[in-house]
């Protein structure tokens, strides 16, 4: 059994823990909030973000040095805008070389990188192929509630995916193993945008019909988008492409779903976040998918759309028009014609 430190204490650092400490790890819990690592400890709670009892296996610390201690594992599970600051602290602390799992699902805007891109810049001794991403459709609520869960672990080196696999795997938590690490990671991020657009619409009113066209032509934006930053257009139908689109787009438990919801209904950005009261990771992912959009010459209508809802003040339903009204194309012409360009050659 290892020694694991999952950095974030959070809805899914505290899922993640109880799946390893499920299967026998030692499981340290770091947060950067005292009051809720004391909380953790003398209660086996967290119930600001979940309503389970924790395994005795898991202890919370507050201190990043004694948490890290001794460890084989470091799982990063803190939001993005935070990942590079917890990493500068890791590379001044970190004494010998160590799995690197994250499960941050997002970009950077203004640099537009990936986060596995973001760990190894901070971190001195570890490339990007030294680092592992966990993704898929995988709600918090539902892993720690046991229930059947499965996902992808990616690295550019499959000796390290593999072991992220065999730490992770049980009878109610799956894990497959891909080596597009590319593709599971921006699959993981961008689908958030599409959550967004789909709790907008809901919150218009709007029906079944509208969130199955927009998730569809959501799927192909992705593809469009991943395939030219050098993603496997294969990894977009996997799950977590569109299984993870799926679950986001479709469920309450979606804090992007939910963000989008209220907008749907009129309220502010602002105003969602602050009622929200936790990390919605798709609003930043707009403003770099959007900035990616403009880069690389992809066009991205619902991007462009929730980029206009976001931050230029754009009413949802005029949007929702703009996207109705544009230029007549026919269908396949994303994902599909991808697919055939790749494996015709």
């Given at each position: 059994?290892?020694?694991?430190?999952?950095?974030?204490?959070?809805?899914?650092?505290?899922?993640?823990?109880?799946?390893?400490?499920?299967?026998?790890?030692?499981?340290?819990?770091?947060?950067?909030?005292?009051?809720?690592?004391?909380?953790?400890n003398e209660t086996h709670r967290n119930e600001q973000y979940l309503d389970v009892t924790l395994p005795d296996q898991i202890k919370a610390y507050a201190n990043l040095n004694e948490a890290i201690s001794g460890v084989n594992v470091i799982v990063v599970v803190v939001p993005t805008k935070a990942i590079r600051e917890v990493c500068k602290q890791l590379n001044s602390i970190v004494k010998e070389k160590v799995t690197i799992i994250h499960a941050a699902k997002g970009i950077e805007p203004v640099t537009l990188k990936r986060v596995s891109e973001m760990i190894s810049e901070e971190m001195a001794d570890y490339n990007e192929e030294d680092i592992v991403v966990l993704s898929g459709p995988s709600h918090a609520e539902e892993v720690a509630l046991r229930h059947p869960t499965t996902v992808t672990v990616s690295s550019v080196n499959t000796d390290n995916?593999?072991?992220?696999?065999?730490?992770?795997?049980?009878?109610?938590?799956?894990?497959y193993t891909s080596p597009d690490i590319i593709g599971v990671e921006l699959g993981g991020a961008l689908k958030n945008i599409i959550a967004l657009g789909a709790g907008i619409s809901d919150g218009l009113?709007?029906?079944?019909?509208?969130?199955?066209?927009?998730?569809?032509?959501?799927?192909?934006?992705?593809?469009?988008?991943?395939?030219k930053l050098g993603a496997n257009p294969l990894s977009f139908l996997g799950l977590s492409g569109v299984g993870d689109l799926i679950v986001t787009c479709t469920s309450v438990h979606s804090r992007n779903w939910r963000a989008g919801n209220l907008l749907g209904k009129g309220l502010k950005l602002d105003d969602v976040l602050n009622q929200m009261g936790m990390v919605v990771e798709g609003v930043r992912t707009v403003k770099a998918a959007y900035q990616f959009s403009k880069q690389q010459n992809v066009e991205m209508p619902i991007t462009t759309g929730i980029h206009q809802i976001l931050f230029?003040?754009?009413?949802?339903?005029?949007?929702?028009?703009?996207?109705?009204?544009?230029?007549?194309?026919e269908e396949m012409d994303d994902l599909a014609l991808l697919l055939m360009e790749r494996y015709s050659q």
């Open positions: 059994m290892e020694k694991v430190a999952v950095l974030g204490a959070g809805s899914w650092g505290t899922a993640l823990s109880i799946v390893l400490a499920d299967n026998g790890h030692e499981v340290r819990l770091w947060s950067h909030r005292e009051n809720q690592v004391v909380l953790i995916a593999k072991i992220a696999q065999s730490l992770f795997i049980s009878d109610s938590f799956r894990v009113g709007y029906g079944d019909n509208a969130k199955a066209a927009l998730i569809t032509r959501g799927l192909a934006e992705i593809a469009r988008l991943g395939t230029e003040d754009k009413a949802p339903k005029d949007v929702v028009d703009q996207l109705m009204n544009r230029t007549k194309r």
